[in-house]
């Protein structure tokens, strides 16, 4: 049986050392909102051959001085290709940074790219801000309610202490996907609303395995067994079906983020690598954090029951 709840402050220090990261990482490289949350300009080139992206991004950023997003779209029936560039603001592209913008593409990429504009338009931030409001909604909504189902499911062993300490771990998961965004410097859009309440579903699930195990063996073991070992116990004997369950989920992922590398699709991209490290986060809370932590609370609340009873 390994001592989870004995090595309760190892796991607090490196949970608080990453959420530290994070901050510091904020500071260094800014939030990046993407252009359907910020607003901004749109503009596309007919191409005559595949470019290299990243090559792309860094002449257009470097050209117009503002954050560049871009991507290959491909066109089945005509066979044709087009470079799609976002460009995060609240203002579109005048004359002369079109022009900047052209010669730093073609200086960069060569002529036998074959760049020709084919479109420019500007993005009001409105729709997207409102649909980034609605998906923080989403992840408040999805808290409550899992506070609200693990608290009615799991009564029996202090449903509400529970929940409660589930909470705190889907909290750490969604840091750590948001951390992921702001360290690897990916601007924030949908993908980060996918990728959280993706991550909060994987999480809760183990968590909820932890808690069943416990619930049984509070139920076989009887009083006999303090709460540290009661949960203990239960990890212990879950962890193999976590760790299995984590790392096929996390192998399927780096599977999907490996051909978007391949084939330069930034938006699958985008999504898979914050991912990756929710898994890996998700597993971590699952097992080191939320029930470390209701151990915790328990015996804190046990000892407040016992002091009135001496006086």
Not at 194 to 221: M, Q
């Amino acid at each position: 049986m390994i001592r989870f709840y004995q090595k309760r402050f190892v796991f607090l220090t490196i949970s608080l050392s990453i959420i530290l990261l994070g901050v510091i990482f904020s500071f260094i490289n800014g939030i990046n909102l993407d252009i359907e949350f910020k607003g901004g300009s749109i503009i596309k080139y007919d191409i005559a051959q595949d470019i290299d992206i990243a090559k792309a991004e860094e002449a257009v950023t470097k050209a117009v001085d503002r954050l560049a997003n871009c991507q290959i779209t491909s066109d089945i029936a005509t066979q044709s290709q087009k470079l799609v560039i976002n460009l995060a603001g609240n203002e579109g592209l005048s004359a002369q940074d079109q022009e900047k913008l052209d010669t730093g593409l073609k200086d960069a990429l060569g002529e036998e790219a074959g760049l020709k504009l084919s479109e420019s338009s500007i993005v009001e931030p409105f729709i997207g801000k409102r649909f980034f409001e609605r998906g923080i909604w989403a992840i408040i909504l999805s808290f409550i309610l899992i506070v609200l189902y693990v608290w009615f499911r799991f009564r029996k062993i202090g449903g509400l202490s529970a929940g409660l300490m589930a909470l705190v771990a889907l909290v750490h998961d969604v840091l750590v996907v948001f951390i992921a965004f702001v360290v690897f410097r990916i601007a924030i859009d949908e993908n980060f609303i996918a990728a959280a309440l993706t991550i909060i579903g994987f999480s809760i699930n183990d968590t909820i395995v932890i808690y069943d195990r416990i619930r049984e063996n509070a139920h076989l073991l009887g009083p006999k067994v303090t709460t540290e070992e009661l949960v203990d116990k239960s990890i212990t004997q879950s962890l193999t079906r976590s760790i299995n369950t984590n790392a096929a989920t996390f192998v399927s992922i780096a599977i999907v983020y490996v051909f978007s590398q391949i084939y330069g699709i930034t938006s699958i991209q985008s999504f898979a690598l914050p991912m990756m490290l929710g898994v890996i986060s998700g597993c971590y809370s699952t097992i080191c954090i939320a029930g470390p932590l209701w151990v915790a609370w328990k015996n804190f609340r046990n000892k407040k029951k016992v002091k009135p009873a001496r006086a």
